[in-house]
T-cell receptor
């Protein structure tokens, strides 16, 4: 079974530039998550989708971050404009419908904002 | 609000010795509890979970965890550590009945198994 795919794996940008990350979840998983993991911390949920609808985006900085999952499969997370404090690893995960089901994580995208 | 604490940033253990990685949680109702492991430059991998039932949960790679409701703990254990177990371990919690829909992660514990 293929895992969660993410691209790119690494990205370096200047502050105020924009960047986009892509995620393709495990086939059959209706729930998709985007997390931000800052060095030395645990992952923090940015947004959770159930199919193509948003379930939870309470911690998403909506003035600069956006995400979509138009066809209920793959998803894109965008940052515009980026700030220095956005430097982190962005993890995508998927699962069968929560709350008891475990999440499967992709390898992440390491973003460096200079 | 739900929260999880991993009181040790770093745990060192000799190969072949038992290991314990500690986790305590706080929820308003009953918890779903999870352990994940993260190797360098990799995403998180699921190890085990407690949903309901037997307090001792067995998971991947010989790991197990014991749910203790009175102490609100869910410590990760392994009888005999391997050098390959060296990694970053995260505990996570979700409240069964609370309004929070998300999984809350601890800050992680770096496990180093010394040969």
């Amino acid at each position: 079974e293929a895992g969660v795919a993410q691209s790119p794996r690494y990205k370096i940008i200047e502050k105020r530039q924009s960047v986009a990350f892509w995620c393709n979840p495990i086939s059959g998983h209706a729930t998709l998550y985007w997390y931000q993991q800052i060095l030395g911390q645990g992952p923090k949920l940015l947004i959770q989708f159930q199919n193509n609808g948003v379930v939870d985006d309470s911690q998403l900085p909506k003035d600069r971050f956006s995400a979509e999952r138009l066809k209920g499969v793959d998803s894109t997370l965008k940052i515009q404009p980026a700030k220095l404090e956005d430097s982190a690893v962005y993890l995508c995960a998927s699962s069968f419908t929560p709350p008891a089901n475990e999440q499967f994580f992709g390898p992440g995208t390491r973003l460096t904002v200079l | 609000a739900q929260s999880v604490a991993q009181p040790e940033d770093q745990v060192n253990v000799a190969e072949g010795n038992p290991l314990t990685v500690k986790c305590t949680y706080s929820v308003s109702g009953n918890p779903y509890l999870f352990w994940y492991v993260q190797y360098p430059n990799r995403g998180l991998q699921f190890l085990l979970k407690y949903i309901t039932g037997d307090n001792l949960v067995k998971g991947s790679y010989g790991f197990e965890a014991e749910f203790n409701k009175s102490q609100t703990s869910f410590h990760l254990k392994k009888p005999s550590a391997l050098v390959s177990d060296s990694a970053l371990y995260f505990c996570a919690v979700r409240d069964m009945e609370g309004s929070a829909r998300q999984l809350t992660f601890g800050s992680g514990t770096q496990l180093t198994v010394l040969p």
